[in-house]
């Protein structure tokens, strides 16, 4: 068991490192924002492309921080009925959840996506704005957003497994809530 919490301490400091990386992409979306409303203001013109890449900032956080969200247990819940249920059943009821919704939810997402990726890739599609940016990349955040949610899972599960058989602390104690 030991190795396999070694994993997904792995897995916790790579979400947990991007998910302090996505404050800046945050901030740097407010700040293009910002930028072109002022040029729009003060000279009476814009750039679409500033305009996409405010978009496409805002998939990058919430795709990419799908995994952390799961570290830092900032999904929903339903907290009335979880905190009546004892740590053990709690435990339990997520691990089943992780298999049975999770996983295949993250494969299904991550494999539907990936032929849209490849064929805007392959065809080089670009925005039909005048200046608007190429979308491959916007559509890669799907299956990388749903992959970094999967090994997210993975360590919760993991974690949940060990609590379950006595060889870890409960996971849902340590975990941030929100």
Request: with cysteine; proline share 4%; hydrophobic share 55%.
């Amino acid at each position: 068991m030991q190795p396999l919490l070694r994993i997904c301490a792995l897995i916790d400091t790579l979400n947990r490192s991007l998910g302090r990386l996505f404050f800046w992409f945050t901030l740097a979306a407010t700040a293009i924002s910002a930028a072109n409303a002022l040029v729009r203001k003060l000279f009476g013109t814009s750039s679409n492309a500033f305009l996409e890449i405010q978009w496409y900032l805002f998939a990058a956080v919430f795709m990419l921080g799908l995994g952390y969200g799961f570290l830092e247990n900032a999904h929903v819940r339903i907290d009335v009925v979880a905190n009546r249920l004892s740590a053990r059943t709690r435990n339990l009821i997520d691990a089943i959840g992780i298999v049975v919704f999770v996983f295949p939810l993250c494969y299904f997402m991550a494999n539907f996506a990936w032929p849209i990726v490849v064929q805007a890739y392959t065809t080089g599609e670009m925005s039909s704005n005048a200046g608007g940016l190429i979308r491959w990349p916007l559509y890669a955040l799907v299956p990388a957003g749903y992959g970094l949610l999967a090994i997210q899972a993975f360590s919760e599960l993991i974690k949940r497994i060990a609590f379950l058989l006595g060889h870890g602390p409960d996971p849902l104690k340590q975990a941030n809530p929100h």
